[in-house]
C-alpha cells in the first residue's frame, strides 16, 4: 500500500522498512546509500519531508529506536538497525549535556556530527614524517599466500627509524632510479639547514638520525651525496665516532686509544666557533686542515672538544671549500656578499607574519607595499643570502625561481619545542597565573592532570556559554573526554550511593576544595570546586559542565583520590575573528541563538592555554560558519539596498556576471556611500603607514579583511583555503570570486574596523525572471552575450518580480536604460527570444580544432619521461588516497606529495585568472579541471552529449563528472611533477571475489592513511597511470608491533569461509 495518505506519511511502515533494509545490511548501510536501498525495497524514497523533516538526518536522529548512525574510520556516516538493549551502546555517540539554565535531569545530545570536508590537497591524516621501514629480509617464507604468521608482526620492526636516502626504495613512483649517481643538489642550501638543526642540538647527534630530523623540518629528503659530502663540510659540522669522543677526553688525560671507523656510529656535532669576531674564516685547501691557534682555546666541554688534526675523511670527496655552485641561486660577482642588518630586520619581519612559508618571487611587491622602498634586486638573485633567518624551499626543481622561504625559529640551542605537543600560551596574565597557583595549593595533595586539547584538526565541542566569545566554554566530545566523563561519572554515583555505607557530607568545606556534590534535584554526583561557603549553603562550580550553583552543604563530600585522574572537561576557547567585538551584545545574543547548548564542529587554528577556533554548525545540508554569522549580527540594516516586489530602481550598476548566469548588482544606498568614504580614507591610510602588522598571518574560512580590486582596496571574505597559501576569496561588495596568495590580503585597521563591519555586502545577488532555462544551464554564449550588454552599460535599471528569501536570490527583469515600463525592452525579453538558449548538441565539444594539435604536442612528448622502472623488494613510504578493496587502491608517495599541494596551488592561481575559452575534448588525453574548489590533473574516459565530461583524477586515482566548461589545457609547466596516483593490488593474496564486509574492513585499515608499501611486483603498461604495482601494506604507527595487511585480510577471508 502507498507510504502517503493525503500528504502524510505513515510512520510506522516507514520505520518497518527502515528497519528491514538495515537488518538486511548487518555490516550497516551508509548514509549516502539508504535512500536508494530503501527505494529499491519500497519503490519510494524515504518521505522525511512529509513528516515534519527538513532532511533525513533529522529523521533518523527522532527514530532512535529504529536506527543508530556511527561514524566509519574512513569518515562516512553508516547506519545501523537499533538493538532492544541499545542504551548501553548509546553512550558511545551522545553527550550529557548540563547548563546553568537547565538543572534537571541530563538529557540526551547527538554527537556525530557531519565531518567538515577538507580541501583535496591537504591531508586529512598527520602522520609521522618519517615511517618506519619494515625489514623484509627478516620475514622469511611469509610473503607468499599470506602465510608465515606464526612470528608475529613485531619480528618485523628495525631498531631504529628509517634512514632517508639509504634506502633502496625510489624516492617517486613516477621517476626512474637513476644508475648510481647521486642526484644533483643545492649544497648551499643543504649546509644552511645543517647549521640550522646543529643550532638546535648544540651537544650532538648520530649521523642516522640527521635524514629524520630533515624531512620532520623540511618536509622533504636530504639528498643521498650530502650524507657522504658531510666529512668535508669542515665550516659548519664535525664528523666523529663516539670512540674518538672519548679519545678526545683522554687525550687530555695523557692517555692515547684507537678509534672506530664505522660509518654507522658516526657523530654529527657543530663545527668549533671562531673566537676571532672580525676575520672571516680561513680559506683551506683539498689537503689542509685548520690548525687552532693559541687564542683558539675550546672553552666547551671535553666532550664536545673536537680537534681537527683528528677530523675524518672519506676518498673521493669534494673540497669543502669549493662547494658546487646552484643553479637555482646563482649570485653575480658584482652582488654584495651580505645584507645590512636593517634590511635584514625587515624581512624577517615579513616572515614572522607567514608562518606557512612565502614565496620568493612574492618579496618584491610585499616590501615595497609595506615599507614604502624597494627591495634591491640582488636579494632575490642571491637567496643564500637569507641562510641565517630563513630556510629556502625549491619544490618545483624545474623551476629554480620558485621558491619558498621559511623563518627560522627563534629557539637556539637545543631548545627547540616538540612540534608536536599542544603548547601552552606563554602570554597568560599575571592574575591567571597567580589564581591557578592559589587554586593548587588549594585543592588538594592530589593533582588533576591538564585537559589535552584533542589532535583532530575538526573535534566535535558541545558549547556550553558565553559570557565573551574571548572566552567560550565547551566540552570536548568523544573518547577520552565526554565518554570518560560519563564512565566517571556513573562511577560516582555508585560510590557516593544513598546506602549505609556511603560517605558522609562534608562536615566544614573550605573555598577551593575539589568536592563531590550531589546536583539539586538530581541523583547525579559531580565533580566541583567550592567558590564561596556560606552558613548553611555553599556556591560551587562544576569544573567538568562549566556552570556554578548554590546548594545545600549536605549534598557536599570528600572527593575521593580516584576521581582525580580525569582532566577537569569544562574548558575555555577563544572565536577567531571576533575579538574586537567579544562583549558586544549583538553578537552575544547571535551566538546565544546558534550556539549555545548545541554540539558543533571546531577548527582550531591555534593551539594554546585558551585554544584559537572557528565554529561550525554542520547538522544541516549546508555547513554553517557560527563565528561569520557573528559578526553579521554587527551589520546595520539601515545601510542595506532597499528592496520590495514590483519596485523599479534606477543607477544600477551590474559589477559581476557568473558562469551559471547570476548577477550581481549594485544600487544607491546610504551604506554603499559610507562605504566608498571609507576605503577612500584607508587608501590614504595605507600610504601612510610603514608597517608589516596589517598582513594577514592567520587566514580561515569566514574572516573578513581586504584585498585589491581593480587597482583599489575592498572587502572581502575568504570562502576557502588550499593548502596554507593560496585561498579563495569573494569580494562582498561585487559579488567577484578570485583565487589569490595570502600575502595580498590586509587587516582592516582598527580605526575603520566597526564602521566597515556595520555595513551590509552592497552586492545583491540577482537572476532574470522569466527566463525558460534556470539558473546553472546556461551555456558559455549566454554568459557572454549578457556580460557584453551589462558589465559596461553606466546607466541600468531593473524592475524586481520576485524575493526568495530561501536562495537569498532576488529575481529581476533588467534594463540597458530608463525604459524599465516596457517589458519588451528588458534583457529578460531579448534572450528569451534570441538563440541563446536553443539545444545545440557538441557545440562544445567540436569547435576550435586547433587547441588538438596543441594537446598533442604538449602532452605526448612528456609522456615518455613518465615511464619508471621498480624492483622487487623497495621499500617505500606512501599514502593510500583510495581503497575500494584488496585488489584495487591507490597510492600516493608520500616524499612529493608537498609538491603536489605547492602545484595544485599554483594551478588554482593559474586558472582562476585565464578566461574560459571553447575546447575540443578528447578521450584519453590528459586536460586541467575543477572538481569542487580545487583544479585537477585528469584523463578524459568519456564525453557525454549532454556537456559532461567523466574524468580520472591523475594524482588522487579517484573518478569524476564534471561540465565540460570546467576543462582547460594543461600547460607544460604543470606537468613537470610525475602523476602521483599509482594504482595498486595488495600481495600475498589469492585472486577473489571480495565481498562488501571485506572491502569495509580493507578500507578502514588503509584509506586515508600513510603506510609503508613493498614492492613485490609490477604490471607494466604503456601509459603510467594504467600501471599497476603488487604490493604490501604495513602499517607502522603503532610502537608495539608492525601490522601486516595482508594477513590481516588472509585471517578475515578465512573466517568468512568458514562461516559458509
Request: hydrophobic residues 35%; contains cysteine; aromatic residues 8%.
Amino acid at each position: 500500500r502507498p507510504l502517503f495518505v493525503e500528504g502524510m506519511a505513515d510512520v510506522e511502515l516507514v520505520k518497518k522498512m527502515l528497519r528491514a533494509v538495515l537488518q538486511a545490511n548487518k555490516g550497516g548501510v551508509p548514509l549516502s546509500r539508504l535512500q536508494s536501498e530503501y527505494k529499491e525495497l519500497t519503490g519510494e524514497q524515504i518521505p522525511h519531508k512529509q513528516m515534519g523533516h527538513n532532511n533525513l538526518d533529522a529523521l533518523l536522529a527522532s527514530m532512535p529506536s529504529v536506527v543508530r548512525t556511527e561514524r566509519s574510520r574512513s569518515g562516512e556516516m553508516v547506519c545501523f538497525a537499533s538493538g532492544a538493549n541499545e542504551t548501553a551502546h548509546i553512550a558511545k555517540v551522545v553527550a550529557r549535556q548540563r547548563s546553568s539554565k537547565k538543572t534537571g535531569r541530563p538529557h540526551l545530545v547527538n554527537t556525530q556530527m557531519r565531518v567538515k570536508p577538507a580541501a583535496p590537497l591537504v591531508l586529512n591524516a598527520k602522520p609521522q614524517t618519517s615511517l618506519r621501514q619494515p625489514n623484509h629480509r627478516g620475514r622469511g617464507g611469509g610473503r607468499g599466500g599470506g602465510g608465515g604468521r606464526g612470528a608475529g608482526h613485531g619480528d618485523f620492526r628495525q631498531a631504529r627509524d628509517m634512514r632517508d636516502g639509504q634506502s633502496e626504495a625510489p624516492s617517486n613512483l613516477n621517476e626512474s632510479l637513476s644508475s648510481g649517481k647521486g642526484k644533483p643538489y643545492d649544497p648551499q642550501q643543504v649546509q644552511g639547514r645543517i647549521t640550522e638543526i646543529l643550532g638546535k642540538y648544540s651537544n650532538g647527534f648520530w649521523v642516522s638520525k640527521l635524514p629524520q630530523i630533515y624531512r620532520e623540518l623540511y618536509k622533504q629528503d636530504m639528498p643521498t651525496e650530502a650524507l657522504k659530502d658531510l666529512d668535508t663540510w669542515t665550516h659548519i659540522c664535525t664528523v666523529c665516532t663516539p670512540d674518538l669522543t672519548l679519545y678526545i677526553r683522554d687525550l687530555q688525560q695523557g692517555v692515547e686509544k684507537t678509534c672506530s671507523s664505522n660509518p654507522s656510529e658516526l657523530l654529527l656535532y657543530p663545527a668549533k666557533e671562531q673566537t676571532t669576531t672580525s676575520s672571516p674564516p680561513p680559506t683551506l685547501t683539498p689537503n689542509a686542515t685548520s690548525a687552532p691557534t693559541p687564542t683558539d682555546k675550546p672553552v666547551q666541554s671535553p666532550v664536545q672538544q673536537r680537534p681537527p688534526s683528528i677530523h675524518l675523511t672519506r676518498s673521493g670527496s669534494r673540497s669543502p671549500q669549493n662547494p658546487p655552485s646552484s643553479s637555482s641561486s646563482p649570485s653575480p660577482p658584482s652582488s654584495p656578499a651580505t645584507l645590512s642588518p636593517d634590511l635584514k630586520l625587515k624581512l624577517e619581519e615579513l616572515l614572522v607574519k607567514y608562518s606557512n612559508g612565502l614565496w620568493a618571487h612574492a618579496l618584491p611587491k610585499l616590501f615595497q607595499d609595506t615599507y614604502k622602498f624597494k627591495l634591491p634586486g640582488h636579494v632575490l638573485e642571491n637567496l643564500h643570502l637569507l641562510s641565517d633567518i630563513c630556510t629556502i624551499d625549491y619544490p618545483m626543481p624545474d623551476n629554480p625561481k620558485r621558491a619558498i622561504l621559511y623563518r627560522k625559529s627563534s629557539s637556539g640551542g637545543g631548545g627547540g619545542e616538540d612540534e608536536n605537543c599542544n603548547r601552552r600560551n606563554s602570554s597568560a596574565s599575571e592574575e591567571e597565573l597567580r589564581l591557578r597557583q592559589e587554586l593548587g595549593r588549594r585543592l588538594s595533595n592530589h593533582a588533576v592532570p591538564s585537559l589535552q586539547i584533542p589532535k583532530e584538526e575538526y573535534p566535535s565541542v558541545l558549547v556550553v556559554e558565553a559570557t565573551n566569545t574571548n572566552g567560550v566554554i565547551l566540552r570536548y566530545i568523544g573518547e577520552g573526554y565526554s565518554q570518560a566523563q560519563e564512565s566517571m561519572e556513573d562511577e560516582m554515583r555508585e560510590f557516593y550511593g544513598l546506602d549505609q555505607s556511603s560517605p558522609t557530607p562534608l562536615s566544614s568545606p573550605s573555598s577551593g576544595q575539589l568536592v563531590a556534590v550531589r546536583a539539586e534535584e538530581e541523583e547525579e554526583i559531580l565533580r566541583a570546586q567550592v567558590c564561596e561557603v556560606m552558613a548553611d549553603k555553599a556556591k560551587v562550580h562544576y569544573v567538568d559542565h562549566g556552570f556554578s550553583e548554590v546548594i545545600s552543604k549536605t549534598k557536599v563530600f570528600e572527593l575521593h583520590e580516584k576521581f582525580f585522574q580525569l582532566p577537569f572537561q569544562a574548558t575555555k576557547c577563544k572565536l577567531a575573528g571576533l575579538e574586537p567585538f567579544c562583549q558586544e551584545p549583538a553578537v552575544l545574543k547571535k551566538f546565544e541563538t546558534m550556539a549555545s547548548g548545541r554540539i558543533l564542529l571546531a577548527e582550531i587554528l591555534e593551539r594554546g592555554q585558551t585554544p584559537l577556533i572557528v565554529l561550525y554548525d554542520t547538522s544541516q545540508d549546508d555547513d554553517v560558519n557560527i563565528n561569520a554569522a557573528c559578526m553579521k549580527a554587527l551589520q546595520d540594516k539601515t545601510l542595506a539596498s532597499p528592496l520590495q516586489v514590483n519596485s523599479a530602481y534606477m543607477k544600477v550598476t551590474v559589477r559581476s556576471v557568473c558562469s551559471d548566469g547570476t548577477i550581481y548588482c549594485q544600487l544607491p544606498s546610504r551604506g554603499l556611500a559610507k562605504l566608498n568614504v571609507i576605503l577612500e580614507n584607508i587608501e590614504t591610510y595605507f600610504q601612510l603607514q610603514v608597517t608589516s602588522e596589517f598582513l594577514v598571518s592567520r587566514p580561515f574560512c569566514g574572516k573578513g579583511c581586504l584585498a585589491r580590486y581593480k587597482g583599489k582596496w575592498s572587502r572581502v571574505e575568504i570562502t576557502n583555503l588550499h593548502g596554507s597559501r593560496v585561498l579563495d576569496i569573494l569580494f562582498i561588495d561585487v559579488g567577484v570570486q578570485a583565487s589569490v596568495e595570502v600575502f595580498e590580503l590586509r587587516e582592516i585597521p582598527p580605526p575603520f574596523l566597526y564602521d566597515l563591519m556595520a555595513i551590509p555586502p552592497q552586492a545583491v545577488k540577482c537572476c532574470l525572471a522569466d527566463l525558460a532555462v534556470s539558473v546553472g544551464s546556461w551555456s558559455p554564449d549566454a554568459v557572454q552575450w549578457l556580460r557584453e550588454k551589462v558589465l559596461n552599460a553606466t546607466d541600468c535599471s531593473m524592475k524586481v518580480a520576485k524575493v526568495d528569501e530561501t536562495k537569498r536570490c532576488i529575481y529581476v527583469h533588467l534594463f540597458t536604460d530608463k525604459n524599465f515600463h516596457d517589458p519588451a525592452r528588458s534583457l529578460n525579453h531579448q534572450m528569451a527570444q534570441s538563440d541563446l538558449f536553443k539545444q545545440q548538441p557538441d557545440v562544445f565539444l567540436t569547435s576550435h580544432r586547433f587547441l588538438l594539435l596543441f594537446l598533442f604536442t604538449c602532452i605526448i612528448p612528456s609522456l615518455s619521461s613518465l615511464l619508471i622502472f621498480f624492483f622487487s623488494g623497495n621499500n617505500i613510504d606512501v599514502y593510500v588516497s583510495v581503497a575500494c578493496h584488496p585488489g584495487h587502491f591507490v597510492l600516493q608517495p608520500w616524499r612529493d606529495m608537498y609538491k603536489l599541494v605547492v602545484l595544485m596551488g599554483e594551478m588554482i592561481l593559474y586558472y582562476s585568472k585565464t578566461e574560459q575559452k571553447p575546447l575540443n575534448i578528447e578521450k584519453n588525453h590528459i586536460y586541467a579541471a575543477k572538481v569542487e574548489n580545487s583544479w585537477h590533473r585528469v584523463l578524459v574516459k568519456g564525453v557525454l552529449t549532454n556537456g559532461l565530461v567523466s574524468v580520472y583524477e591523475l594524482d588522487y586515482g579517484k573518478h569524476e563528472l564534471v561540465s565540460c566548461t570546467q576543462l582547460r589545457p594543461l600547460i607544460k609547466e604543470f606537468r613537470q611533477l610525475p602523476f602521483q596516483g599509482i594504482t595498486a593490488q595488495l600481495a600475498g593474496l589469492k585472486q577473489r571475489q571480495w565481498s562488501e564486509e571485506a572491502s569495509i574492513v580493507f578500507r578502514n585499515h588503509v584509506e586515508k592513511k600513510p603506510l609503508v608499501a613493498q614492492l613485490e611486483a609490477v604490471q607494466e603498461a604503456t601509459n603510467p597511470w594504467d600501471r599497476k604495482l603488487m604490493v604490501f601494506l604495513v602499517d607502522t604507527s603503532q610502537e608495539e608491533r608492525d601490522i601486516w595487511v595482508h594477513d590481516i585480510m588472509t585471517e578475515f577471508a578465512d573466517e568468512l569461509t568458514k562461516e559458509l
